[in-house]
């Protein structure tokens, strides 16, 4: 087959670096234009200094005349820049856009969170969600999740649908610092970060929020409340979802260990990037850096009644940049892990 | 006054280290006896380079003989090593252990999570928590709590006892690795824990379950249901505790907040080592290192009604051997916060 | 061409694993024994968790039996243990060592810093050292280098062989943990490495040191005098090496600087891996972190009347299965890049 | 004794916020004015949230107004900005500069590496130097010594004052990131350092370069050439400085262990703060952090006729602040050791 010709604009912060690692291992496509904003006309390598493939690339303006002629346009800018630029490439163009714009279906959430216009919902770029998959083939216009939701969306989702639990959820989820971004603030510095544990967006504060309690009510056809808080801890990748919600009324805490290892093994039995770990394993965001992987985790707490699901992502990854390569896959109707790494690189 | 002879069995591990810190900045204390069980005969210096004005002492054997003679004792031992040693020592010597033995009141409880022989239990060492600090005056018997309780506990006691939240509580804390000791295992080396998180004793396994349970049930006067799931972070020191629960149904979302805040404020007003934060200001652990301060902020989530308090401490300070020293104070009538600092190290 | 079919003794540590996670990802190669010592028996799963695609085989023995039959044979194995093994393998199987046995020509140098019978030394596995790569093709032996003496005698030999400099070298080298090993030891644990810096082996106490001065030794045909000093460094991965010497006696050091350039362009004009650095760009160790390439600049500093070259390498990857694999390459003749990433893993 | 008042300015960033932390524990001192530039106005808390005790303090703008009236001003200005104050408070304050503006005698050197006008060199505020204790007794200026200069000069001053080695000297200091200050820079960012080392200043380009020669030579005598090396690594405080220099031509390497170790024993022999380590034990920065101690060791590569030392300092206390406290403790007249740890804050 030929090629496929992919351009990545905002190249020079840390999603788009990741689609370009990725993109530079994929069999099937070739990079085209890479672009950035402030950075335009600089050298990926003096930005990207891990992409030596690419060093003597100089990034080019973020403008639909450089994005135009490719089959496939990433997007990984800020949120509210990408409906106008998609607008302008044609709807025969694959557009992956990293970013928030076209995630939320509701226009009152997304007034509340992010403000400005609401421009209409795109394929949601979740595929282990139910019916997630089917959404994605063939289609032109992708959103690629939020991080926090991808990883607390696939912890949770399998128990709601099958009834194992309330539908009132609680997400604590430990965070590296790559999802905060490249753009440098106090908060970020390295003597900040290292050697400290901090919390934020507390009280359902945080804008991912929305997004998870609306993947969890698709899957399940009805309102789930979450409670989801934040934590931030020294690490540059990966993030751990503590994810628990108490047992319904009618299962008996005794069998539902069982109940719930049988549930999530009927979900991700085929999936090839999200894995139900053996019994008496736990995941660690170690043993996913870098990778395309989702594992995960459940126990019952029969003192407490409550069903406890712990997984893992590479926020950057599966989280970011793997997620819109595993769409552009599925919608461009390539092999779904073409390019992927299912392997971390660990320690 | 005539300074206070103090004994610190258990010298070369990382809760022993952190005594001799607080003792050697201690105005009334002088370091008596310093021992160890396999490391005995070890010039502290090896072990604990950061004691430098200790480093030509050279660790005793862990014995009775040895601990004799002090008018306080602190015991930082595996568990199980208390009981026998203090029977020894006498009733009039203040003995402070760091270890599990004397947490649980619970026969059962003991039982189940430690096994072997119950110990009765003794008073116990948070003075924050109602009635606490009157269980202390004048004991010769210190039982420390673990880090977690002590942070968890602190985090959700006040809305318990208002009677804001159902008594279901929901605990991911974020942890170091100096709380898992100083015996090497292969799973905190550092190359497995820079990078990574990990969870475990995940679905009410860790032995600190319990103790939470305890402390919230006795100060709220019925049981208190805990789920709790503790996460392995890269940094050597501090717990993050993020806590919830469900306001009670009679609490008015609206105005929970503004209710919680109070209660925490009065809680405590007059307490020097806990500190309610500014609104708007979110703790960090590393805010709190090598001090004895618990800080705390609390929010409610109006969506999912629930109160979300997060709360943060140096495990080793105040969560072990910052309370150790803290507790000696108050049963032996020195002033409380003596050689206790308040201000941490940072960055 | 048919697959090539590999074994990997010693899969169980750091080396063993970064030795899979490569071949995995190998168009030509597939993974048939993974053997280890102590851990014989167990899921590699649980030892290697990031190696998802093969997280159910099971470790075998180490033994010649297990490892007979395959046509390369990589041993990540304790030093003493690769002699005999080879030598029950047979002449025809390539046979890859990534320990020290075979490294040193000395046998006065080998008895001084192992001790124990001197084994003859295989072909030297730096095909970017002057004549490195010849001696590799055909090869059935390899002696992979030790990741320190990769990465500072790539940093000094063309200035060396340029006659650039004096014969005197000073190098200190900054590494990450788990050069040191998956062995669990107390100074190896989290809470001791991280927010900490430590140096070891200094006055030349390495066993590091020799081999250095074995290859700069044999790249410029006499004797050059090494002073190393390593320095642990809070990371999993990663060697930063900062190499000196004194300009020659001859040399003009207001034209040093671009001579040396001009030296280490051509140097390494034609290599895959070895990358100088544009002008005003300075290697960091995170973005060759799991790839295969080593990045060097240089400067003089011309009060001091010194070069002074800063490398980096990923002391798992080309500092060790990196190489075994690119070695592996050369020996049988396969695309010498083929399987190996060019690209790092960042931030 | 009345209380000595002090002032800090530069009272938001990392060496004021770390006089503010040992001011706090000085048994002497109180604190007056804490000023700021662009944080004036801000409540402490929420900059430096670690001074729990200063937490309600509201930072002043930084004005010589807002600064008189105190025995003490503690500078920690960006450079060009402390001659200026120091006129107008009057010659009977004291003024610690921590900044550059006074370290350089030789306005050659000046002007190369710092630019704009020179400023009289203050008396230098290392004590543990030559004759640097003299000098300081009852100053009203002092200028505090740069980080790297401070373990650099301490490692090397004893062997070149004795004659031991040549006089030139090889430094690579490996330091954490606080030293780059709180001024957010991309390069700077926690998941830029994290999993990360990095070298800059390569090829004596760094400023500390000339201070460090200016106090080898002063205190030798002599000019001596220094090439020096920094290099970055992921945590936020201390330095490891690897050092080295030739043995001069008439010692015998053989003999040259033993007199250094007695050149060294004797130079810091009734030093509160310097240590010489026991034979077999090196320094790690983890054993100081926090506390006002260098500790040092030396050896001898036989093989390459070096002198190797190796020193470690935590650069925000003995490399900045408690420098500036203990050169305020000798110019008043107080105790040198008054309100300075010697105890670091480990693991």
Known sequence: MHMIRAAVAGASGYAGGELLRLLL?????????????????????????????????????????????HDVVFLALPHGHSAEIAAQLGEDVLVVDC???????????????????????????????????????????????????????LALAPALVAGLVEREVVITAVS?????????KPHLLGSEVMGSLSVYGVGGAHRHTPEIAQNLSHATG???????????????RGILA???????????????????RAVYEKAYADEPFVHLLPVGQWPTTGAVLGSNAVTLQVAVDVAARRLVVAAVVDNLAKGTAGAAVQCMNIALGLPETAGLPLTGVAP
Do not use: M
């Not at 409670?227 to 540059?236: E, I, Q």
């Not at 919600?245 to 005794?254: G, I, Q, Y």
């Open 99 to 153: 970013g928030a714009d076209h995630r939320l279906a509701d226009a009152d959430d997304w007034e509340k969170w992010y403000g400005g216009p609401h421009s209409p919902n795109w394929p949601y770029g979740l595929p282990e969600l139910p019916g997630g998959r089917d959404a994605l083939r063939g289609t032109r216009r992708v959103a690629v999740p939020g991080c926090y939701p991808t990883v607390s969306s």
């Open 25 to 69: 291992a994929h069999p099937d496509v070739e990079i085209g234009t890479v672009s950035a904003g402030g950075n335009a006309g600089t050298r990926l390598g003096e930005l990207q200094p891990h992409l030596l493939p690419l060093a003597d690339r100089v990034l080019a303006e973020t403008t639909v005349e450089n994005l135009a002629g």
């Open 176 to 184: 590296g610092t790559s999802g905060a971004g490249k753009s440098p």
């Open 222 to 236: 009805g309102p789930v409340a979450v409670s989801f808080t934040p934590v931030l801890a020294p690490l540059p």
């Open 242 to 260: 503590s994810c628990s919600a108490a047992l319904a009324a009618d299962v008996d805490p005794a069998g539902a260990a069982d109940a719930a």
